[in-house]
């Protein structure tokens, strides 16, 4: 069945294609890094000054909420468009490419915030189709700044009933135009560590005067994959990666200790938590039996970000009507990468899919990724991610008949 309110999303996020696209490459140019980004906090507010909406600013970090209210009371629901471009230096000689050094939205986060705004500005003139209240989430510092979480500790997103959450993420490596989702984990939790294991330096041709830790270093990397293909489940996958290891300076010399570095990633809590312990237990363990001492330092990066299932169905049936159901794609594989939406998620059932914005003539395996400084996205894609971000809160605040 067609809703014929969701049908007329695309032609008229079409219609305001060209101030979307002009908004994405005025953020393009001018990225920011990290939780403060004045200029395109600025540039948000400028953009949805005229829509009649109520702001809630962060005051710890560039965070807006603006406040999209219905024609009649009910639920709120949560979109959110993420702010914050990286590090990088931008290599793509686009003629709307980053005007600032060192800084490049390679992660098409600019995109994200051009569709929310033109969907809050479909949405605005839409008001007699809601019953509740969208909250307009852009949000800064995803880029491993934990942006989400400092705006629901601040309270940001505090309402009583919320609903449902959905956010959007661009992909170069998905067909342009297509809606990507999937049911359950969709992004991983990616946490890092550090060992440090502390013998007893000496002379490299005297071991037995020396406690060196270089042979414990390697069993531990060994080890460590067994706890992953012995003590974890094989349908929970998890990826442990010893990164990076360091000891010694010379061929002389027994170094006095050795170090560890390294990322986890995993897609439930049980499993995360588990092997941290194991991690513990493996290191600790080793390092006894050689008579060394270990430090084990785990940094818990962004939880697993987790679709709810019936949420996800709305995403699916919304995006069906909207860019058509040959063009929304069930994701098979969760995907490694980390999210801080999920902190969003953890909280309030919703979703987060994936916009296929590969380039025209290009294969999307092959196609640079995001965070590369070749990436390119296909703009031609914001009028399906503007008309599905739109489409998901008038389906989920629809009034009773
Ligand atoms: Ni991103």
């Known amino acids: 069945m067609t809703i014929p309110s969701l049908a007329a999303l695309m032609p008229e996020a079409d219609a305001a294609q060209e101030r979307t696209v002009a908004f994405r490459r005025k953020l393009h140019q001018n990225p920011e890094i990290g ?24 005051e710890t970090t560039s965070a807006v909420v603006a406040e999209l209210d219905g024609a009649q009371p009910g639920p709120t629901l949560i979109l959110r468009g993420d702010m914050d471009a990286l590090p990088l230096q931008e290599d793509t000689g686009l003629p709307f490419a980053s005007a600032v050094e060192g800084a490049m939205h ?5 995109t994200h915030v051009a569709m929310l ?58 067909e342009s135009g297509t809606i990507n989702v999937r049911s359950g984990p969709i992004l991983a939790a990616a946490d ?23 042979p414990a270093a390697c069993e531990i990397v060994t080890a460590v994959q067994t706890v992953l293909s012995r003590r974890i489940s094989t349908f929970d996958p998890a990826v442990l990666t010893v990164a ?24 439930s809590e049980e499993t995360r938590d588990d092997i941290h312990t194991r991690l513990r237990t493996v290191v600790s363990g080793i390092a006894a039996a050689h008579e060394l001492t270990a430090d084990v330092d785990i940094t818990p990066g962004y939880p697993v970000t987790v679709n709810d299932e019936t949420f996800t169905d709305r995403v699916r049936g919304v995006a069906s009507a909207v860019v058509g159901a040959d063009r929304v794609v069930d994701i098979e594989n969760p995907l490694m990468g980390a999210e801080d939406f999920s902190y969003v998620l953890a909280k309030y059932p919703g979703a987060m899919a ?48």
């Open 106 to 110: 390679a992660c098409g986060h600019d």
């Open 117 to 174: 705004a033109g969907a809050a500005r479909l949405l605005a003139a839409r008001r007699e189709e809601l019953a509740g209240r969208v909250l307009l989430f852009f949000q800064p510092g995803e880029e491993s700044y934990h942006g989400a979480r400092y705006a629901l500790e601040e309270g940001l997103l505090d309402d009583t009933d919320v609903i449902g959450a959905f956010a959007l993420h661009i992909s170069s490596q998905f």
């Open 35 to 58: 939780l403060d980004l004045p200029v395109t906090r600025q540039a948000v507010l400028d953009e949805i000054a005229d829509l009649g909406l109520t702001l809630r600013l962060s």
């Open 192 to 214: 890092t560590f550090r060992v440090v294991l502390t013998g007893r330096g000496g002379h490299a041709s005297a071991p037995h005067a020396a406690n060196d830790p270089v």
């Open 354 to 401: 994936f916009l296929g914005a590969c380039p025209e003539g290009v294969d999307p395996d092959l196609a640079a990724p995001n965070h590369s400084n070749l990436v390119v996205f296909d703009e031609r894609s914001l009028a399906s991610g503007v008309a599905t971000y739109a489409g998901v809160a008038l389906d989920s605040l629809r009034p009773t008949a």
């Open 244 to 267: 990076r290891i360091a000891a010694g300076t010379t061929s002389n010399i027994i170094p006095a200790s050795a170090e560890m570095e390294g990322t986890i990633r995993s897609f």
